[in-house]
């Protein structure tokens, strides 16, 4: 084997990284959490060209497709999220018509493969805490980014800040960035009315339906759409998860002006 020592190897990462994290300071589009929608939407947006990073505070990527149902390793898709899934190469068996079942391990590595691949980044131990803003006209402007592992800790550290033409909170049930705008910036006029109980068959339509900006530079996908819009929760269903990442993503494509190649 061709022999390295550690302080090359050291050199290495920290040169590779530095200049990743250059890169990193101004993107196209900034996802907040590497879950169904997020993954859905790097994939989509990265496709179209855009310059798309996923922060994610855990190291994985997954958000709540790991868990299942119950922690049951299978999860339901619904016509027509499974056109996503024969885009990108997860198997799944029809259980009636329109109704499929997928494993959680494969769904989740194929999302964030086929995101990888069309050229987003997932950068994993990264917490956004609070969103950059300008005024006139008022509008979401980046994030500012902190290590998971420093948060934990409890220590007081400065974050650092990356700026980006859209911000898509798809944290999932907290809508965490969405929440810290609503509450740092009043005049955003954002209202947080939380999530309804489960009533899955209207709740996977209506969060497709509701994604979108809530604010100048800043978007909704996913669960964090529920919490927003006052909708119904829905289970371990995830067709509208997979959707709704892909029509933030048609949103911001549109609202970027950028011409599909
Ligand atoms: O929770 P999550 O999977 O959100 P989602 O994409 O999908 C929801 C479903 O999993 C499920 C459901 C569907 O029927 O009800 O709950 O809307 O993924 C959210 C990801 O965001 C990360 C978190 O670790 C998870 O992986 N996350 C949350 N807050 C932050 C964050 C933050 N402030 N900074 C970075 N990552």
């Not at 990284?17 to 939407?41: H, K, N, R, Y």
């Not at 131990?125 to 902190?146: C, K, Q, T, W, Y």
């Not at 220590?155 to 798809?170: E, M, R, T």
Request: net charge negative; aromatic share 6%.
């Amino acid at each position: 084997m061709k022999q390295v020592n550690e302080v090359r190897i050291s050199k290495y990462i920290i040169k590779e990284t530095m200049e990743d994290w250059l890169d990193f300071i101004d993107q196209d589009v900034i996802i907040v959490g590497a879950g169904p929608a997020g993954m859905s939407a790097a994939y989509y947006l990265a496709s179209a060209g855009l310059k798309t990073t996923i922060f994610e505070r855990r190291l994985g990527f997954g958000g709540g497709i790991g868990g299942g149902a119950m922690l049951f390793h299978k999860i339901i898709i619904e016509e027509p999220a499974n056109q996503i899934l024969d885009e990108i190469h997860v198997k799944y068996k029809r259980l009636e018509e329109g109704i499929y079942v997928v494993d959680t391990a494969e769904l989740m590595a194929k999302l964030a493969s086929a995101a990888i691949d069309a050229g987003a980044r997932i950068i994993n131990g990264v917490s956004v805490d609070d969103v950059i803003f300008r005024e006139n006209p008022l509008r979401v402007a980046g994030v500012a980014v902190e290590w998971t592992a420093t948060q934990i800790a409890n220590l007081h550290v400065d974050p650092i800040f990356i700026s980006a033409k859209a911000v898509i909170d798809a944290t999932g049930h907290d809508a965490e960035i969405i929440s810290v705008a609503s509450r740092k910036l009043p005049e955003l006029n954002i209202m947080i009315p939380g999530e309804k109980p489960a009533y899955s068959e209207i709740a996977e339509e209506l969060t497709v339906e509701n994604t979108g900006m809530v604010a100048p530079g800043l978007y909704a996908a996913g669960m964090a759409v529920t919490e927003v819009k006052a909708l119904p929760r829905m289970g371990p269903i995830f067709g509208s998860m997979l959707m709704s990442g892909k029509r933030v993503a048609e949103l911001i494509i549109s609202d970027l002006q950028i011409v599909k190649k």
